[in-house]
């Protein structure tokens, strides 16, 4: 009796001995184990390096993974870890503050990205199976990236400081004040097809116009000659905002003074004459207009510092036990410095 217990007490040891080699690191009250990062490496050379934007390191690292530097770290098992190590730091944040993602939102989410891919769900779930994946799991995927979206949105967002000095110094580097012009217009038809006799004739009929305009007022000469949809109301085609016409039309255009007219101005489809009759700031261009825009595009600009500052500070708070004891990479990984040595590298 006495050997059989001593056999049972050496196996239940072993056992445990081996559970234990199988984990790689424990993050709090959880784990990642051998299995779990040789499911993610191994699914990433099988993939051929092709991403699905589910996937644990496409979820935390967002556009960073255009950067190849990063694309070739993610075969490299000691950094896969640690984004397997966020992912469980992040989950655990969430269950704390209370944050979740329901059924419902997944459902929703899902058939959203059914419809964008003008599919149904048998379809996509055969498409699914492909990439090796069966519906239960992608719908598990949805819902880690829809936490991460919301850690985002409610932990992350509300830390980024962006000041109205950075949006105007932004707003004066990367856009211009535009302008609509109020204008009158008279157009001459004359294209490839014309022989010579019709050429000839369009010249002599811009050379009357020309000499009209000297002593007569644009509305009347227009109303006169012009080929174009405005003849009844004198050519007048109202407010023409910046980057409507083309750039030859556009660049003579700009060159006028207020109550001027340009010089026939020839291109494929005949000559066109305009008369500048105002001109106003377009207010859909205007610093206070573009305001929201520029702070969402710095606020994207910054998150990504902000967010593995806060990632940084969740991991530095955790237990974290690496069972390597040879892994030095993770015991002095910090994804603060990571990012800024990515940033300078660049």
Known sequence: MKYLMLLFVIFTINLQAETVDKIEVIVNDSFVSMQDLNYEVNKLVISGGRLTGFEPYSILLSDLLRNPKVQKKLNKKEFMLEILIAQKLIEQDAKKSGIEVSDYE?????????????????????????????MSEFEELLKKRS?????????????????????ENYYKLHYKEKFKYGLAYIYIKEDSSYNDEQKKAVAEKLSKIQEELKTKPFAEVATKYTEGPYKAIGGRLGFIKEGVFNEKLETEIKKLSLKKYTKPIKTDNGYHIFKLLEKQKDEASNYESKKQEVYQILTYQKWHKVFFTWLESLKRKAYIDYKDDKNKYGKNFNWVDWYNALKVNN
């Open 106 to 134: 997944v459902q929703k989410l899902k058939k959203s990205i059914i419809e964008r891919n003008n599919t149904n769900e048998v379809a996509f779930a055969q498409a699914l199976t492909q990439q090796g994946l069966t």
């Open 147 to 167: 936490l991460v979206e919301k850690i985002k949105q409610q932990k992350v967002f509300p830390k980024i400081s962006i000041s109205d000095l950075e949006i």
